[in-house]
């Protein structure tokens, strides 16, 4: 089962549960204390919830019909770094100078986690990312997105992308929050899958493609078995010393880095695929 956050018609966001190619329009109005898609899959049973709330007087629409928003409401969204080997050399190669900090963090207990965005700084899918005006190497991410609940516990998977301005990062290491947070620099969805509906995530592909006109400009794959942590380490150490009421989303880092000669252009379209959840497409601003 797969559920999405989408805009109505009247404007208004609602909540849709989907099956195949056909979203179920779900009342909120049902339960009380139900407002959110992040209510339902912080429930102990967002499945079981999910079904209690069919709106049993509408009819199925087709997925490719619907206008569909981030799959945010209130959670704070974090990203890993460096979780993977073909990462870690990306970044020894950005900054020579802090190469070794970064094997560290690749092999060091304690991983690499910082704040990617608040809510409102999510860009929904299919509106555009964007580039910093001051730097000349950009890329996208493309992560695996744990959505977790207030108690820590991993209730989904969407799909994220995690915008980074190489250059910067490595003049500085401690440039990172300006090389990965800025406006339009992170996109989630577009649904989420719930956990008890997510294949084995050992063998599970992800994908990107980054459009060039009708040219493919760059295209890469890995596997989550390529990934150095598990997921539940990754939410174990995000919650040390934290806590996140309104629940939190989690990208676990990313297994495929362009060449260093490519770079993201306006007008560029980033595609990214993650087997079992879905596909997040974003043109680039």
């Known amino acids: 089962m797969q559920l999405a956050k989408v805009r109505r018609p009247t404007g208004e966001a609602g909540v849709v549960m989907i099956e195949g190619a056909h979203a179920f329009h779900l009342d909120l109005t049902r339960k009380p204390g139900v407002a959110t898609l992040a209510d339902i899959l912080h429930a102990p049973d967002p499945v079981r919830l999910a079904r209690e709330l069919l709106d049993t007087g509408s009819t199925s629409d087709q997925v490719g019909r619907?206008?569909?928003?981030?799959?945010?409401?209130?959670?704070?969204?974090?990203?890993?770094?460096?979780?993977?080997?073909?990462?870690?050399?990306?970044r020894e190669e950005e900054s020579q100078g802090a190469a070794q900090f970064y094997d560290k963090v690749y092999s060091a207990p304690r991983p690499e986690l910082f704040l990617k965005a608040t809510p409102q700084r999510v860009v929904h899918p299919g509106a555009p990312v964007r580039i910093r005006a001051d730097s000349k190497w950009n890329v996208p991410e493309p992560e695996l997105t744990l959505v977790v609940s207030p108690g820590l516990k991993i209730v989904g998977f969407t799909v994220g992308n995690d915008m980074s301005s190489r250059d910067i990062e490595g003049e500085n290491p401690l440039y990172l929050p300006q090389a990965k947070i800025y406006k339009q620099s992170c996109a989630v969805g577009p649904v989420v899958t719930v956990a008890a509906a997510m294949p084995p995530l050992a063998g599970v592909e992800i994908n990107l493609t980054i459009r060039r006109g009708a040219a493919t400009?760059?295209?890469?794959?890995?596997?989550?078995?390529?990934?150095?942590?598990?997921p539940e380490s990754l939410v174990e150490w995000l919650g040390k010393d934290n806590e996140f009421p309104d629940g939190v989303l989690l990208l676990t880092g990313t297994g495929i880095v362009p060449p260093d000669d490519f770079t993201l252009k306006s007008g560029d379209v980033v595609n990214i695929t993650i087997a079992g959840v879905g596909t997040l497409t974003n043109p680039v601003a």
Request: charged fraction near 20%; aromatic fraction near 8%; glycine fraction near 6%.
């Open 66 to 90: 619907l206008s569909i928003l981030a799959p945010v409401d209130r959670q704070e969204v974090w990203a890993a770094g460096v979780t993977y080997k073909r990462s870690k050399v990306a």
């Open 217 to 230: 400009a760059f295209e890469g794959t890995t596997t989550l078995a390529q990934m150095a942590r598990t």
